[in-house]
């Protein structure tokens, strides 16, 4: 888990209806939209509220106001901070630990990009260079038209492992060109305060 790091208290501020359901329906909109990129909705959720509000919140604080169990809301925010997009935050004065979203987008899309994304490719390129090599070897014993199958099939696998190669070379570019060349986009994604 990252750094604990240590905040001042914000004033609790009761919101009127109309910013809550505002905020409902962009925290709604962060859990589909990432749900769509493969995580579960309920990390978009979590995140989105963290986001969204001005001061660190509890895990009681989350639970309560998205409606989640305890287990739940710990499991969520234990993910988030493995991700380095939630952190755990001490407040003076408050014994309890505080959670406060990153806003660092750029961060955030690396972070899981180096993660996730480096995972999966390197996963998938070990894996074909295993079904290649046992296609390999029992390709030595075939004849005829099994031979000629499994030569077929070799060629396809060394294809997929070719475009996997491809994809980390590509993944590796991303992640060290861009942080240099994006400054000008870059801006879009800094914390705002």
Same mark, same amino acid.
Do not use: C
């Given at each position: 888990?990252?750094?604990?790091?240590?905040?001042?208290?914000?004033?609790?501020?009761?919101?009127?209806?109309?910013?809550?359901?505002?905020?409902?329906?962009?925290?709604?909109?962060?859990?589909?939209?990432?749900?769509?990129?493969?995580?579960?909705?309920?990390?978009?959720?979590?995140?989105?509220?963290?986001?969204?509000?001005?001061?660190?919140?509890? !895990? =009681?604080?989350?639970? +309560?106001?998205?409606? *989640?169990?305890?287990?739940? /809301? %710990?499991?969520?925010?234990?993910?988030? #901070?493995?991700?380095?997009?939630?952190?755990?935050?001490?407040?003076?004065?408050?014994?309890?630990?505080?959670?406060?979203?990153?806003?660092?987008?750029?961060?955030?899309?690396?972070?899981?990009?180096?993660?996730?994304?480096? !995972? =999966?490719?390197?996963? +998938?390129?070990?894996? *074909?260079?295993?079904?290649? /090599? %046992?296609?390999?070897?029992?390709?030595? #014993?075939?004849?005829?038209?099994?031979?000629?199958?499994?030569?077929?099939?070799?060629?396809?696998?060394?294809?997929?492992?070719?475009?996997?190669?491809?994809?980390?070379?590509?993944?590796?570019?991303?992640?060290?060109?861009? !942080?240099?060349?994006?400054?000008?986009?870059?801006?879009?994604?800094?914390?705002?305060?």
């Amino acid at each position: 888990m990252p750094p604990v790091t240590k905040r001042e208290s914000a004033p609790a501020v009761e919101l009127p209806a109309e910013l809550i359901e505002a905020q409902d329906l962009a925290i709604g909109t962060l859990g589909r939209i990432t749900q769509f990129w493969g995580f579960t909705y309920g990390l978009g959720r979590v995140f989105g509220l963290l986001y969204l509000s001005r001061a660190p919140l509890t !895990r =009681e604080q989350i639970q +309560a106001r998205l409606g *989640i169990s305890a287990g739940g /809301a %710990s499991m969520t925010l234990q993910e988030l #901070a493995e991700w380095g997009i939630v952190q755990r935050v001490w407040v003076r004065g408050d014994r309890r630990v505080h959670f406060a979203a990153e806003t660092d987008f750029w961060r955030m899309i690396t972070n899981v990009l180096n993660e996730r994304e480096r !995972r =999966e490719i390197r996963t +998938a390129t070990e894996q *074909i260079e295993g079904a290649l /090599a %046992s296609a390999r070897a029992a390709r030595r #014993a075939l004849r005829g038209s099994a031979r000629e199958e499994a030569d077929f099939v070799i060629e396809r696998m060394e294809r997929l492992h070719t475009v996997y190669s491809a994809g980390q070379k590509l993944l590796d570019l991303l992640l060290t060109t861009l !942080r240099i060349d994006i400054t000008k986009v870059r801006s879009l994604f800094r914390p705002s305060r």
